[in-house]
């Protein structure tokens, strides 16, 4: 394999397959518990920190992730003080965001002219501090799925009686939620603000479609997002073409060819019993 004698393409892939694996089982989690806007809301608020970094001249990585993570919190306080409307958590965030980052960007000239890689990403350009920032939220992401998989896997179907039996649902949903955050903000230089949910909600998407079992889902969603991340990334170093859009569009074909495969094997199946 030619491309993997750059630097540049071995740390787009590892950067690639350490967020493709997290944010697949985030999905579907945001999937299972209706949020999956969440992504979507928090890649915006993540895009005003970057910009208020690059601003104040700090590091806009660092900025974009911490902005993101406060972001959470503050949706997860919001959501809870609109229970009956708990999208207007997502609204008022989202258009918090966005509304910032055009301010910011406005600014700085700088950041005004490369808003492309913010909005698609540029997974080829990953330094080491984001390779670094990538694998300390995968591995943190990982321990917090893993010790906690019993309350989020109750809290996800029936929220009323994960409170009721005793479990700590509030401090359970905050660090989901920060979790969360951190994981746009990583997300963000592989496919940008723009296609961030692409990442975490097709994966997802798929799973919830065919698998049978919740943990079925969780590796369904996983293996997905690592095909989907690779063939974009291979097909966009042989094409020059941007990878952030094109692992979007090779998760979405995933997705369309195996409903499809779906639907026909339920067709044949029904006509093979007649």
Known sequence: MEMLHYDFMQRAFCAGALIALIASVLGVFLMLRRQALMADMLSHVSLAGVAGGAYLKWNPTLSGFLIAAAGAAALEMIRRSYRTYSEMSVAIL?????????????????VSQSFSSYLFGSVVAVNGTELTLMAAVALLGGLFFILLRRPLYQMTFDEE???????????????????????????????????????????????????HSFYGAIIIAMVTGLTGVGTGLTVSYHLSVPPGGTIALVLLAILMASMGIKKLYYFYTKQWRL
């Open 94 to 110: 989202m258009t918090g965001g966005l509304a910032s980052s055009v301010v910011l960007m406005s600014l700085n000239r700088g």
């Open 161 to 211: 009686t994960a409170r009721v039996s005793g479990l700590p649902v509030k401090w359970i949903s905050l660090g989901f939620s920060i979790l969360t955050g951190m994981i746009v903000a990583a997300a963000m230089p592989i496919v940008g603000v723009l296609l961030v949910s692409s990442l975490i909600v097709l994966p997802a998407a798929l799973a919830t479609r065919v698998a």
